[in-house]
Nanobody
Framework: QVHVVESGGGLVQTGGSLRLSCAASGSIFRLNDMGWYRQAPGNQRELVASIAIANGGSTNIADSVKGRFTISRDSAENTVYLQMNTLKPEDTAVYYC??????????????????WGQGTQVTVSS
């Protein structure tokens, strides 16, 4: 069983900062990547940022947050962080963390399975 737990959401004023954390634990054969999606009311879930746990930690950042958000990892702790600066009201959403994990049976055979956290609310007031 795998657990993905987020923390760090909250209420902040426009221009403020928040740092989200996400830790994966449990039966993990190989952790491939982790990242963050967000979903605002009435909108589809969208990718915010992702990071490879190995392979140099390559990142993928959405254009809407590039230059304001940074994703980083602590590979030893199976943890990723999302540093969010210069927040805007349009960043208001529930932020969901995922962990892409290989099992013994799937490593090298198919894609990693994504496990999701419960979500954390980020609200930016104008």
């Amino acid at each position: 069983q795998v657990h993905v737990v987020e923390s760090g959401g909250g209420l902040v004023q426009t221009g403020g900062s928040l740092r989200l954390s996400c830790a994966a634990s449990g039966s993990i054969f190989r952790l491939n990547d982790m990242g963050w999606y967000r979903q605002a009311p009435g909108n589809q879930r969208e990718l915010v940022a992702s990071i490879a746990i190995a392979n140099g930690g390559s990142t993928n950042i959405a254009d809407s947050v590039k230059g304001r958000f940074t994703i980083s990892r602590d590979s030893a702790e199976n943890t990723v962080y999302l540093q969010m600066n210069t927040l805007k009201p349009e960043d208001t959403a529930v932020y969901y963390c995922y962990a892409g994990i290989y099992s013994v049976g799937t490593y090298g055979v198919g894609p990693p399975q994504r496990y999701w956290g419960q979500g954390t609310q980020v609200t930016v007031s104008s």
